[in-house]
């Protein structure tokens, strides 16, 4: 077993490598006499287009180590006025640069639409699971509102509660929400007829029933939804952030394509660089908090006989 | 309580019930809306200045007019078709490269093990991220608004697929293995009709994925006739009817697209064992 992840870890590596290294051979080639090469190819093989590695690294230094006051150029809109929250300027300071800021703002947003989507959800699904009257009194209703992106919800969001966190952070709630509803009701309504006969007969009503039966027997299913949750969380959080956010890393995105990111009075945007750094750091940070969803998952459901 | 009677019977009360939470919810819409209409101020303040004659929740009356001028204008349908055909095509393609890359992931150990970390890392990134960067690669043009749906799609269904596969319960293959079955039979018959549902499941988030993905995706070089515009310009000037009757056709829309396919999924695999109580 021990050799056979160490074998996995080895050509994950090997496959990562040679994708970096190929990557860096393609966007360096601009470097050489390419004048062969047919005019489409040479187009393309353009650092403005395909950046360099050392490129990637000049930007990501760049970002990772700016200090926040001498970033804001004329339209930039990040800040810690645009969260309104009075620990971000303090979070702004300690953190340094412009892009572990957007970090941590999103994956805080996450966190939240997460933990508090994630809460309704289930009980919502286990609702719907359980009883066959919820169930024919709510489905069709909630099989429309989920039906509605939760990106399109956000301007209605934007008239009721102004311009500010709440309607950043209420269509988040409601993609998890809308995510989480899913594999709770099934985890419910599909928990085998003999587990819940047997605990029946032994005497299991209420409370006993729900802590020991259902919720052990939906849990695999809840937790396998965990992970496409949080997916969606991560989608719309940068959606929200790149049509209205003020700030996240949906914004710095938005801002390095623009070119509205200043550092040290060089403009960081506008060519590729910046925006795939953004992309690459996200993905850095999203399997972080995958494998943390991960890791919880398989805790839980240790128990689980195989083939469910 | 869990007991449910043979479905036959059972379908018309569902039904009645269902229509019970309908005429409740448009009841208390009416109210509400008739309610905000007296109480509720009809001013916004956006960001420097006050809007005005903006209906918070706007009266069935309203609503109907706007929806009448979308569909008279002609507006609306030509949004719907446009955005449809973009879902359609992104949705078909990505598809495609999602459930081929998945089943050949799990084809043999060592190609799973060079491609995990890469689907690993395009799992988290949001297609919508690449926004900037494919309009900056491919133009603002057609090709990038299908090309970042494909993208959505492609990651969610490669995932799905490799997962169905991969929870193939081992006695299956280990059996067909055993009686001869070479690698292509063993997929057609054992890996794939045991990974359907998992395909399916993720299809069906990859459609409403493909939704989303589309509505941020015609912000970019913006047309008129596109259902995302439609509520970007619907928001720009603080139009709630025309935002509300926007939400309700783009969630019509989704919700037909997954019925049909349930409905496709249900004939594909009538075939399987159903645990109905």
Request: with cysteine.
């Amino acid at each position: 077993m021990k050799r056979l992840v160490a074998h996995q870890v080895s050509v994950g590596l090997i496959s990562l490598f040679t994708g970096i290294a190929l990557y860096t051979l393609i966007s360096n080639a601009y470097l050489y006499n390419i004048s062969g090469l047919p005019e489409t190819v040479r187009n393309v093989l353009r650092p403005g287009i395909i950046p360099p590695t050392q490129e990637l690294i000049r930007v990501f230094i760049q970002l990772v180590s700016v200090q926040p006051n001498q970033i804001g150029g004329p339209h930039f809109h990040g800040g810690p006025d645009a969260t309104g929250g009075a620990g971000s300027a303090f979070v702004e300071q300690t953190l340094g640069g412009p892009l572990q800021y957007a970090l941590l703002l999103s994956s805080y947003r996450v966190a939240f639409g997460l933990l508090t989507g994630g809460a309704l959800g289930f009980a919502f699904g286990i609702v719907m699971g359980w009883s066959t009257k919820a169930d024919d009194y709510l489905h069709p209703t909630y099989n429309f509102l989920r039906s509605i992106p939760p990106l399109a919800l956000l301007s209605y969001f934007m008239i009721w509660f102004g311009h500010n966190e709440t309607h950043r952070l209420l269509p988040i709630v409601y993609a998890v929400f809308a995510a989480t509803v899913i594999p709770t009701y099934h985890g419910v309504r599909d928990i085998p007829l003999s587990y819940l006969r047997t605990a029946q007969s032994l005497g299991a009503r209420g409370r006993l029933l729900f802590t020991r039966v259902i919720v052990p027997a939906a849990s695999p299913f809840v937790l396998a939804g965990l992970r496409y949750s949080l997916m969606v969380a991560w989608i719309t959080t940068v959606g929200v952030e790149m049509l209205m956010g003020g700030d996240g890393i949906g914004q710095l995105i938005y801002d390095v394509y623009a070119g509205n990111v200043y550092a040290g009075g060089l403009t960081v945007g506008v060519d590729a660089a910046g925006i795939i750094v953004c992309i690459l750091s996200l993905g850095v940070v999203g399997y972080a908090t995958d494998f943390v969803a991960k890791t919880i998952a398989e805790k839980f459901t240790r128990w689980k006989p195989e083939g469910l | 309580m869990r007991l449910r009677a043979s479905t036959a019977g059972r379908l018309p009360t569902s039904l009645k019930r269902a229509l019970v939470t309908l005429f409740l919810i448009t009841l208390s819409y009416a109210i509400a809306s008739e309610a905000a209409n007296l109480l509720l101020p009809h001013r916004v303040f956006v960001g420097v200045h006050y809007i005005e004659d903006v209906d918070f929740i706007p009266t069935y009356s309203s609503l109907a007019e706007e929806f009448q001028f979308l569909a008279v204008s002609g507006i609306l349908q030509k949004s719907i078709i446009v955005s449809t055909v973009r879902v359609l095509e992104g949705f078909g393609l990505g598809s495609l490269i999602g459930i081929s890359l998945g089943i050949l992931s799990a084809w043999t150990r060592r190609l799973e093990y060079s491609l995990d970390p890469w689907m690993n890392f395009f799992r988290f990134t949001p297609a919508l991220a690449l926004l900037p960067l494919y309009s900056l690669w491919f133009g603002t043009g057609e090709i990038s608004k299908i090309l970042l749906i494909v993208t959505g799609v492609a990651v969610v269904t490669w995932l799905g697929t490799d997962h169905g596969i991969r929870e193939t319960p081992q006695t299956l293959v280990r059996a067909a293995l055993i009686l001869g079955a070479g690698r292509w039979l063993l997929l057609r018959k054992i890996l794939l009709p045991s990974a359907l549902q998992h395909i399916f499941s993720s299809l069906r988030v990859a459609l409403a994925l493909a939704w989303v993905t589309l509505i941020v995706a015609e912000l970019m070089n913006p047309r008129i006739p596109s259902l995302g515009y439609l509520l970007a310009l619907a928001s720009a000037f603080t139009k709630v009817q025309t935002i509300l009757v926007g939400i309700t056709v783009i969630g019509s829309l989704v919700l037909t697209s997954d019925i049909i396919a349930i409905t496709l999924y249900n004939r594909a695999t009538s075939w399987m064992r159903r645990r109905d109580g």
